[in-house]
T-cell receptor, first 114, second 115 residues
Framework: DTGVSQNPRHKITKRGQNVTFRCDPI?????LYWYRQTLGQGPEFLTY????????KSRLLSDRFSAERPKGSFSTLEIQRTEQGDSAMYLC????????????FGDGTRLSIL | AQSVAQPEDQVNVAEGNPLTVKCTYS??????LFWYVQYPNRGLQFLLK??????LVKGSYGFEAEFNKSQTSFHLKKPSALVSDSALYFC?????????????FGSGTQLTVLP
């Protein structure tokens, strides 16, 4: 069990640029979640996949945000035309099928918008 | 809607003393409740969960939590704190009756254990 892996760990970009983050879940987990965490706050839910199907999306996920999980394994989160307010830690979590299995989190990608 | 409140931003305790980190929740139906810990520049680590059954739940690293339905609380406890327990602690909730799988987190409590 290598845990949830997120890349890159840090991303610095200029306002208006597009960025993409990758998440590799624990291999046997078919559920995958994206959260956003700003300083001094708890994680806020963005979206959820079961296998390749995106089943839930938060209102926080504006049309500039898109997430994919094309083969039901790794996932990508893309932010287009980044804004200052997008600066945050983006966390990925995965869990196995079954009633209320805990979500296991990666170490996150910290995004800084200049 | 579901929500979590962690009323204390900061809790300080001396090493060897018992610690309590408070959490209250609000859901429409019955809750699933979780505690996570976060160290600097790291993701969240799962500590324990309450689904049903015994109100006292035991978890990792000697932590436990007590579910109190009448007070809608799920306080995290440890009998004897260690300096290494110093970290940011998050309580989270999910409504059993809801179809959504998202967790709703509190704003976190910074625990500092003083040597």
């Amino acid at each position: 069990d290598t845990g949830v892996s997120q890349n890159p760990r840090h991303k610095i970009t200029k306002r208006g640029q597009n960025v993409t983050f990758r998440c590799d879940p624990i291999s046997e987990h078919n559920r995958l979640y994206w959260y956003r965490q700003t300083l001094g706050q708890g994680p806020e839910f963005l979206t959820y996949f079961q296998n390749e199907a995106q089943l839930e999306k938060s209102r926080l996920l504006s049309d500039r945000f898109s997430a994919e999980r094309p083969k039901g394994s790794f996932s990508t989160l893309e932010i287009q035309r980044t804004e200052q307010g997008d600066s945050a830690m983006y966390l990925c979590a995965s869990s196995s099928t079954g009633t209320n299995q805990p979500q296991h989190f990666g170490d996150g990608t910290r995004l800084s918008i200049l | 809607a579901q929500s979590v409140a962690q009323p204390e931003d900061q809790v300080n305790v001396a090493e060897g003393n018992p610690l309590t980190v408070k959490c209250t929740y609000s859901v429409s139906g019955n809750p699933y409740l979780f505690w996570y810990v976060q160290y600097p520049n790291r993701g969240l680590q799962f500590l324990l969960k309450y689904i049903t059954g015994d109100n006292l739940v035991k978890g990792s690293y000697g932590f436990e939590a007590e579910f109190n339905k009448s007070q809608t609380s799920f306080h995290l406890k440890k009998p004897s704190a260690l300096v290494s327990d110093s970290a940011l602690y998050f309580c989270a909730v999910r409504d059993i009756s809801g179809s959504a799988r998202q967790l709703t987190f509190g704003s976190g409590t910074q625990l500092t254990v003083l040597p």
